[in-house]
């Protein structure tokens, strides 16, 4: 599956903005139909229990997502395995503590060959969770590692946080005691399964980093900024588009999870992905960046005449925003976009001088730098009187597929909603 995204790169040593009777700001309504797409994440899912509503929830988010689990080795409804399977969902069966059935996980895999992985335990180190020591887990271990050999799937780490248990608050503590008993090997899993909600993604990216001495691939199996009761929408929005961007960039991180897409019954909280109350339910404005937040697709080049959309760059530096757009076309804007900013986009053009539109939003006149391959070319960018316009710049291009990189140039930030080459 796909979805929109965009790209946007250009190579340049002289720029000029064009001339016209609203001084190179002009009114332009794209064709939004020529827009190329990226493929979605394999990184990207969420834990939840997609039972409750398949056939709401998953066509809402099985465009963006690659994988799912819900806690539990009982088999999904036929209703959520079909659409899993459309989707090209991949869900995980968890043995969540000592009180799963084996026969759940053999039927699954007879019915999916395909499925890989299993999770371990969740949370053992509290008590309100899997609540076991790591003795008490190493007792069921070697059954565990049965089953996964049996049926030639691999296992992934007891999930972490910090936790509860007595004695036991530290995860790695947990952890390194766990693998530390007869009968547990750190070479029975192929994953480290870890779960936060602090408020930030550099305490989240340095919450990751503990479990990096481990050597595997690491699975961010819950997240979300849960620091406090008191999380505003714009908060978490801003928490998902930075843990996101690094998240993708990582590449120790197999796979994450958001947590979680829907509140029980009618509730809607601060981290839903999909509106609560009754059909028909749609998503909310972190769903849609959720949905729409770029993959880093190192692969999509864009040609002249496609819509780039802004908030889909092939990588991005520091903490830009991206959130629904206000403009009257498009998806997502970024914004942000201040010294110390930058993000970059991928293209394929023949060489030589080519217009770029950017359709931009300012309130104070300002500048962005357009760097390819050392070559650093300054656009000023005028007041658009919070005001969605069009300006066109000339770029010269090199001939072929190349990156480049647009980044502020100090503390007043324009919003970009796409770009095209002409």
């Not at 769903?287 to 697709?297: A, I, K, P, R, Y």
Request: glycine share 6%; net charge negative; with cysteine.
């Amino acid at each position: 599956m796909k979805f929109r995204l965009s790209l946007v790169p250009v190579l340049i040593s002289a720029v000029v903005i064009s001339c016209s009777k609203n001084a190179g700001i002009e009114p332009v309504t794209p064709d939004m139909a020529n827009v190329s797409y990226q493929a979605k994440s394999a990184k990207r899912g969420v834990s939840y229990n997609f039972d409750q509503l398949p056939q709401y929830d998953i066509p809402l988010l099985g465009p963006a997502i690659s994988w799912s689990y819900n806690w539990s080795s009982n088999v999904p409804s036929e209703t959520a395995q079909s659409l899993f399977s459309e989707y090209g969902m991949d869900w995980c069966p968890m043995i969540w503590n000592e009180k799963y059935n084996p026969d759940n996980i053999r039927t699954y895999k007879r019915a999916h060959p395909e499925a890989e992985y299993i999770l371990a335990f969740n949370e053992p180190n509290l008590t309100d969770q899997a609540n076991m020591t790591p003795a008490q887990a190493a007792e069921y271990w070697p059954d565990v590692v049965a089953l996964a050999d049996e049926l030639g799937m691999k296992l992934i780490s007891p999930a972490m946080n910090y936790g509860t248990l007595a004695g036991y608050s530290d995860p790695w503590k947990w952890l390194d005691e766990f693998f530390a008993q007869p009968g547990v090997s750190l070479d029975d899993v192929d994953g480290i399964a870890v779960h936060c909600y602090m408020g930030s993604a550099t305490a989240l990216m340095d919450y990751i980093d503990g479990f990096r001495k481990y050597g595997k691939p690491i699975w961010l199996t819950e997240f979300c900024n849960w620091d406090n009761d008191n999380i505003s929408a714009e908060q978490q929005m801003k928490f998902m588009v930075d843990a996101i961007n690094r998240l993708e960039a990582d590449n120790d991180v197999f796979r994450y999870a958001w947590f979680i897409p829907r509140g029980n019954g009618e509730e809607q909280c601060h981290n839903s992905l999909i509106t609560g109350g009754r059909p028909p339910f749609s998503l909310t404005e972190l769903g849609e960046v959720f949905v729409n937040l770029s993959t880093q697709d190192k692969n999509l080049y864009y040609t002249p005449g496609q819509i780039i959309q802004a908030e889909h760059y092939s990588a991005c530096q520091g903490g830009i925003t991206v959130e629904p757009t206000t403009d009257e076309a498009g998806l997502l804007h970024i914004g942000n976009l201040v010294a110390g900013q930058k993000v970059e986009y991928q293209v394929d053009v023949p060489g030589g001088t080519r217009q770029m539109e950017l359709r931009v939003r300012t309130y104070l006149a300002t500048s962005v730098d357009f760097t390819v391959n050392g070559s650093k070319v300054t656009v000023n960018l005028p007041d658009t009187g919070r005001s969605w316009s069009t300006i066109t710049v000339e770029l010269p291009f090199a001939d072929g597929k190349q990156t480049i990189a647009i980044e502020g140039t100090n503390d007043i930030s324009p919003m970009f909603n796409w770009f095209r080459i002409l």
